[in-house]
T-cell receptor, first 116, second 110 residues
């Protein structure tokens, strides 16, 4: 089946610094990628949807200047958390859907971000 | 607006007991419904979707349009079924962006 990878799996950074998280589709072309945030024991909160080559669409309440999303190719999307603060500490998950079945989503393993 | 409700945050059963994880949705049209599962320390993965009408790992889910429900059932729970289960809804009108329920943690005791 389709595989989505995320890098890094875990990152610790200092308050005020920026962190980049990569999401790659390894064996298929991802026309759409999604970025979620997951709090402990809670559901996934969709942050933004990105289509290759176009600007990301952010959900209400998500600061686009703080969470920069770039979907430069059909296999790579990046999420950059700028000027991170402790409240940004969370589990960030990406998913991707391909050209075949738009309903089918493949999830990455997630990235644990801790801001100290 | 589309919405998915999973009323139970936690469901605790003993091995061999039947399991039903509830999911209700609100959407006026014909949605595509999914159950995703997240085992401990693993990524979210698709368990089943209503259109395929398959039984995966002994789980089944029937779409009841009258009750707007898509409950997940298994007649005999196993310890390895312990995980977080998320019901999700997706529609063409919503650009296929899934709406997730808050999730139900299933714990199967030996």
């Amino acid at each position: 089946g389709a595989v989505v990878s995320q890098h890094p799996s875990r990152v610790i950074c200092k308050s005020g610094t920026s962190v980049k998280i990569e999401c790659r589709s390894l064996d298929f072309q991802a026309t759409t990628m999604f970025w979620y945030r997951q709090f402990p024991k809670q559901s996934l909160m969709l942050m933004a949807t990105s289509n290759e080559g176009s600007k990301a669409t952010y959900e209400q309440g998500v600061e686009k200047d703080k969470f920069l999303i770039n979907h430069a190719s059909l296999t790579l999307s990046t999420l950059t958390v700028t000027s991170a603060h402790p409240e940004d500490s969370s589990f960030y998950i990406c998913s991707a859907s391909g050209q075949g079945d738009p309903y089918e989503q493949y999830f990455g393993p997630g990235t644990r971000l801790t801001v100290t | 607006a589309q919405r998915v409700t999973q009323p139970e945050k936690l469901l605790s059963v003993f091995k061999g007991a039947p399991v039903e994880l509830k999911c209700n949705y609100s959407y006026s049209g014909s949605p595509e419904l999914f159950w995703y599962v997240q085992y401990s320390r693993q990524r979210l993965q698709l368990l089943l979707r209503h259109i395929s009408r398959e039984s995966i790992k002994g789980f089944t889910a029937d779409l009841n349009k009258g009750e707007t429900s898509f409950h997940l059932k298994k007649p005999f729970a196993q310890e390895e079924d312990s995980a977080m289960y998320y019901c999700a809804l997706s529609t063409p009108g919503g650009s296929y962006i899934p709406t997730f329920g808050r999730g139900t943690s299933l714990i199967v005791h030996p």
